[in-house]
């Protein structure tokens, strides 16, 4: 399955479904999530934030910041996280494997053959990390020391594997530019 998406990716990968991927991510940050944000924190009654972009926090943070959302809050952030946070991961692993794609494709100087679906990685912690988020959400006031400790492990995965593909795209991006470089002088 990894060779054929790789391949998938390799072969769909073009300025166009870069265009793509940028119009259909552009509109998470900039617009849904920071309403979403927003909202949460006019229902909590303070500024809280999403534990999604927290990093290195522990289970008592979590567990503190389910309880001041409020029940509204809960409601409107468990809604948030089983729509709209379902579809961004499926839309910035599209994103980036396209990005890798366009840097490795046909390079002699990739890392391994699959470098183009390192996101896939980030995809499957960020789901993994809504799922337990939704679920200290859902069961509040029964919380879970263990679900908080396993979320907080899962985002510092994200942010980790995040921080792996960033790396891949500026080596890529570095790469690329010197080929660019060697071509045009030699």
Known sequence: M???LSSFFYRIASWKTLLLGLALYIPFPAYIF??????MNALAGKSLGPIDLLIGYDPGRVMQMVSEYGPEARALYARGELTDDLAYPLIYTFL???ILSLLFR???YA?????????????AFDLLE???IVYLLKCYPETSTAVASI???LTNLKWAAFAVVLGL???GFVRWVISRRQTQLG
């Open 169 to 171: 795209i500026v080596y």
């Open 2 to 4: 990894l060779p054929a």
């Open 130 to 132: 809504n799922l337990c």
């Open 96 to 98: 980036l494997c396209i």
């Open 151 to 153: 979320c907080s492990v």
């Open 111 to 123: 890392p391994f053959q699959f470098v183009n679906i390192v996101p896939i990685w980030i995809w």
């Open 106 to 108: 046909n390079r002699s």
């Open 34 to 39: 920071k309403h979403l944000e927003a909202d």
